[in-house]
């Protein structure tokens, strides 16, 4: 069982800039695919960005070139630094942790994008 709380959230005006954390509990964190997902107000769940235990990356396109997701092993935690940021990008954002042993979600975290 993966335990994931995300944390970072909240108000910044277009142009700025947030980092987003995703702490996990439980073991085998680095046999994990880590990935951040949002999902605006009347709309569905999204893929934003995804790295596996190989570091190897995937981002939306649109978010390439303004958000960077990183992976700490020793701290079982995935980050998700977004600049640059737009109105468009005001969502919940969770966190997902998808292995052998399962898919976990975290609660979320608002951001909001408005000047």
């Known amino acids: 069982q993966v335990q994931l709380v995300e944390s970072g959230g909240g108000l910044v005006q277009p142009g700025g800039s947030l980092r987003l954390s995703c702490a996990a509990s439980?073991?085998?964190?680095?046999?994990?695919?880590l990935g951040w997902y949002r999902q605006a107000p009347g709309k569905q769940r999204e893929f934003v960005a995804i790295?596996?235990?190989?570091?190897?990356?995937t981002y939306a396109d649109s978010v390439k070139g303004r958000f960077t997701i990183a992976r700490d092993n020793a701290k079982n935690t995935v980050y998700l630094q977004m600049n640059s940021l737009k109105p468009e990008d005001t969502a919940v954002y969770f966190c997902?942790?998808?292995?052998?042993?399962?898919?976990?979600w975290g609660q979320g975290t608002q951001v909001t994008i408005s000047s």
């Open positions: 997902n942790a998808a292995g052998r042993r399962g898919t976990y």
């Open positions: 439980g073991s085998a964190f680095s046999s994990y695919t």
């Open positions: 790295i596996n235990s190989g570091d190897r990356i």
